[in-house]
């Protein structure tokens, strides 16, 4: 005989304006099983808990039904409540009257009709519930790390700190990502290279991180705990575990004109390359679309200057399977171009002569002509003609924020680094004048308004607040027409460089990795968080997260914020042996399958396969439907295809959901 | 197959050589262009400055028409006829309302479906690029071209849909199947500041100056252009330039369809090349094209 207890919160005035909660808890009264009823302005609250606990044992209930808000908002507070009375948390269902009632609703007298009934549907459902077992899945205590960007590299070494193993993949042939390509960092001004170069080196020697450079994820299947991940480790041409680094290959390759592509273009070369002095590992990647031999079918140059005989033509791509049980993904960002030929069809900047002048050029570029390491070391010379610009004019929000362009999000990170730009470029080039175009300066965070002040008060930066309408070539200068919406004015400059601050959109192939993981992205294609404010670094894929500018823009400190935090999840992941889930899972009843698979066809999530039954001979009886509890996600599904009626779901069986509707006919 | 011609008033006054090598053109590539019997105004800026729906309802009431006499595509060369067809065909398709009131107005359907297309498109999309270099007789090796787009042949964008805004090459392209060559400039698109030529001709000579000398220095030996009004001020204002600022200004200005008209040999003369106040005889004999 059942015994079930109705609670009814008044939400405050959430429920309580619309409902008359004291006429839902007498009717509930009179529903048959219901033993005891009672409402209350916060149930949620302490002393709201306690009188359900409290009841729970006086009454000897062996339901309870809570009308209040949603299952997503207090389902697990109320079954935690239950479950200390030794009542199994199964036995708690909640009865919506806050979102599906009395926020949508205005007439009191029949909204509190509505909520009775609802109040009656779950009644009838708690009285079927069994008292169900939390399914238990084991942890696979390792984590894979997609990207070696600076995000990558922070996620990878303090999962590795936390004693777990990490194993780290990187596209490109170091790791470092863009953040080995700046200059200086605002707002402190201190050295790129100097504060990541360690931390790459660290990353690579670390003795819990296996990293895999020149390397993409081929699939994915599998669960959180328990991925099973196929990495493509593409041929490099050059043993990896022979080499040295010693770098005469680079020095005997005769391709030498190749656009670098750590240099953003600006620098060259050689077929065969180790992207930059200080890349990690310090190993070279023969680039197959350009080296002679790969063309020609002679050369062989590098080959025969090797002493260490570690170039080999003969190499082919590799497939690496490894078990992980979390990911986190830092694929990080790339700049939009100007030009003509975009991906996603966006569209160039025909007035800003579409990217064809070579003294426009874009901030990343620029970065390299500030940097060290640059194609020019350090010194600020224009790519044309080398010569030292006297008035350099930067632009920002080029693409950002432009709904013609299809981008109208902020890229956040702009307004900061021009600042630092004309900084830097101040103290190269002490009599040269720099000139910003903004639509408004965002600055917010640790230091940086002040830092933008200093490069406008301090090293005389000329912020002018409008677009620049166009830019063209007037021999040996660039004409910069723009407007000056403060004085409103128009304005020319005739300028020696061009910076435009390009907005940071999603890795071009993004999408594809995003579906092997099952990641959701936005318009944009970036990476879509679980929660934007309460889960930032989850992702609505279980096990898996996010960390750096795959999400969106970023500046450096968040992206090492995100990736720490991304980070700790996986540790509390990893911490415990076995992880426990909902056990909304589908079950079939094996007597009566007959085996015709329409399950396995219509299921999502792959989680239904074949089981033949067999008998003690080992001679097969028949094959039935066999659920993988970990995969299932209770989506119902095979339940709706199954004709012999052979799957139930847990938690919300046929019998349950036909006598909730069933109650409502009384 | 047959278009309906819409020439609007200035290719019957002041743009008549542009009316006769749109004319003769089409003849020799066999695109036979009807003129639409009884076309009225386009309403121009006059129209659309003064009364909204007079700006809509007056070029709406020219494709009724057309469609009334059996066309399902008009050409027109002119800039702002052009301009003034399309948006209105736009504003009647977007708006319910909008086309109940053109409805009202004319007092005829206005769930017609009529093609527009400018003059040179008719030669992009109709007739082929790949065919049009078959058929020119006498290239016009050696001249460089400016090619002037203006800003009523693209803008806005949406609506127009003939070119990018900022950077358009279809005139570029069809000069350089001529055999002409198209000199990349930074002026094609900028503002000549069209029919303030009457209330503040001051402000027309500082653009169209503007113009020309970029058209210069990037090399050109004539400017080409698609809209009557950009011809005017082009053309006509050069020796008032000239005397402003102190300079000889002679740069010919060009219909693209005379430059077309030439490299298929039709005679200069019926091109209408006698009829421009800059006469670009001297550079085109100089270039050994006449």
Redesign the interface.
């Known amino acids: 005989m059942a015994r079930i207890g109705v609670f009814v919160c008044h939400c405050g005035e959430n429920i309580g304006r619309t409902v008359d909660c004291s006429v839902v808890a007498k009717e509930s009264a009179k529903l048959r099983d219901v033993v005891y009823s009672v409402d209350y302005k916060y149930m949620c609250s302490d002393p709201g808990q306690i009188m359900v606990k409290d009841a729970i044992k006086k009454h000897n209930l062996t339901g309870v039904v809570i009308a209040s808000c949603s299952p997503l908002m207090h389902e697990k507070t109320f079954r935690r409540a239950v479950q200390e009375t030794e009542l199994s948390p199964f036995l708690c269902e909640m009865a919506n009257i806050r979102e599906q009632c009395s926020w949508v609703h205005e007439d009191k007298v029949l909204a509190t009709k509505k909520a009775v009934d609802l109040v009656r549907l779950m009644v009838e459902k708690v009285k079927r519930n069994t008292p169900l077992e939390p399914i238990r899945i084991p942890v696979t205590k390792r984590a894979l790390v997609i990207g070696g960007g600076i995000a990558g590299i922070q996620a990878a070494l303090d999962i590795a700190d936390g004693n777990q193993e990490v194993v780290m993949v990187e596209k490109s042939p170091s790791i470092g990502g863009h953040m080995a390509q700046l200059s200086e960092t605002f707002p402190t001004l201190d050295c790129s290279q100097c504060i990541l170069t360690p931390k790459m080196v660290s990353a690579n020697s670390h003795k819990n991180i296996k990293l895999y450079t020149y390397t993409e994820v081929e699939s994915v299947t599998g669960y959180i705990g328990n991925f099973d991940v196929t990495l493509r480790k593409k041929a490099r041409y050059v043993d990896d575990s022979i080499c040295s680094g010693c770098g005469i290959c680079q020095e005997k390759c005769p391709q030498k004109k190749i656009s670098s592509e750590f240099n953003t273009g600006l620098g060259k070369r050689p077929a065969i390359y180790i992207p930059f002095p200080q890349a990690v590992p310090n190993i070279p990647v023969i680039d197959k679309e350009r080296c002679t031999y790969f063309k020609n079918g002679k050369c062989k140059a590098c080959e025969k200057f090797c002493d260490r005989n570690a170039i080999k033509f003969d190499q082919t791509d590799e497939f690496i399977n490894i078990k992980v049980g979390a990911i986190v993904v830092a694929t990080g960002y790339e700049m939009y171009n100007i030009g003509k030929n975009n991906k996603n069809g966006i569209k160039g900047y025909g007035e800003y002569g579409c990217g064809e002048d070579p003294d426009i050029i874009d901030s990343l570029q620029f970065e390299r002509l500030l940097s060290a390491s640059g194609p020019t070391f350090g010194e600020v010379k224009r790519p044309s003609d080398g010569k030292v610009p006297e008035t350099v004019v930067f632009l920002q929000c080029v693409g950002s924020r432009d709904k013609a362009k299809g981008m109208e999000y902020c890229s956040k990170i702009c307004c900061m680094y021009t600042a630092k730009h004309t900084m830097l470029y101040k103290h190269k080039v002490h009599h040269g004048q720099a000139f910003v175009f903004y639509l408004d300066i965002r600055a917010g965070g640790k230091n940086y308004d002040e830092f933008v002040r200093r490069a406008i008060e301090e090293d005389g930066a000329i912020y002018l607040r409008g677009r620049v309408s166009k830019i063209y070539r007037e021999g040996d200068k660039l004409i910069v027409k723009g407007a000056d919406t403060l004085s409103g004015s128009q304005v020319e400059i005739a300028a020696d460089l061009v910076v435009l601050a390009t907005a940071i959109t999603a890795q071009p192939d993004i999408v594809p990795l995003a579906q092997k993981l099952g990641v959701g992205y936005d318009k944009y294609h970036f990476l879509s968080e679980a929660h934007p404010k309460l889960k930032p670094v989850e992702t609505n894929s279980a096990g898996i997260f996010l960390a750096g500018a795959c999400q969106a823009p970023k500046d450096i400190p968040e992206s090492v914020a995100q990736a720490s935090a991304a980070a700790a999840k996986v540790l509390g992941l990893c911490s415990a042996t076995e992880l426990e889930r909902e056990p909304y899972v589908a079950k079939v009843y094996e007597s009566t399958c007959a085996g015709c698979g329409f399950c396995i066809e219509a299921c999502p999530y792959k989680a239904i396969d074949n089981k033949a039954i067999v008998n003690r001979q080992g001679k097969l009886i028949k094959n039935v439907a066999y659920i993988n509890q970990g995969l299932c996600q209770g989506c119902g599904t095979c339940l709706s295809v199954c004709r012999s009626k052979s799957i139930d779901l847990a938690g919300f069986t046929d019998e349950q959901i036909f006598s909730e509707i069933n109650s409502l006919f009384v | 197959m047959n278009y309906g011609y819409f020439p609007g008033c200035s290719l019957h006054a002041t743009a008549k050589e542009f009316n006769d090598s749109t004319k003769l053109v089409c003849d020799k590539l066999d695109l036979e262009l009807k003129e639409i019997d009884k076309w009225i105004c386009c309403g121009a800026t006059p129209a659309h400055t003064t009364n909204q729906e007079l700006g809509i309802a007056l070029p709406f009431a020219n494709l009724q028409l057309a469609a009334d006499q059996g066309f399902d595509t008009v050409v027109a060369p002119c800039a702002a006829c052009f301009n003034r067809l399309r948006s209105a065909d736009f504003e009647v398709k977007h708006s319910g309302y909008t086309a109940e009131r053109v409805g009202y107005i004319t007092g005829s359907r206005t769930d017609i479906n009529v093609r527009i297309l400018h003059i040179i498109q008719l030669f992009r999309d109709e007739y082929g690029y790949s065919r049009l270099k078959e058929v020119f007789s006498k290239p016009l090796k050696g001249l460089k071209v400016a090619n002037y787009y203006g800003c009523l042949l693209l803008r806005p964008s949406l609506v127009m849909k003939l070119d990018?805004?900022?950077?358009?090459v279809i005139m570029d392209e069809l000069t350089n199947l001529t055999g002409a060559e198209s000199v990349p400039w930074?002026?094609k698109t900028?503002c000549c500041g069209a029919s303030l030529a009457i209330p503040e001709t001051e402000i027309v000579l500082d653009l169209s100056k503007k113009i020309i000398d970029?058209a210069k220095?990037a090399g050109a030996d004539v400017i080409a252009v698609a809209c009557p009004l950009c011809h005017a001020n082009l053309d006509m204002r050069q020796k008032q330039i000239g005397k402003k600022f102190g300079a000889d200004y002679s740069t010919p200005v060009l219909y693209i369809t005379q430059l077309l008209g030439l490299a298929l040999g039709i005679d200069p003369s019926k091109l209408g090349l006698d009829s421009h106040l800059v006469d670009p005889y001297p550079v085109l004999r100089a270039k050994n094209i006449l």
């Open positions: 990018d805004p900022e950077n358009p930074a002026f900028e970029s220095n």
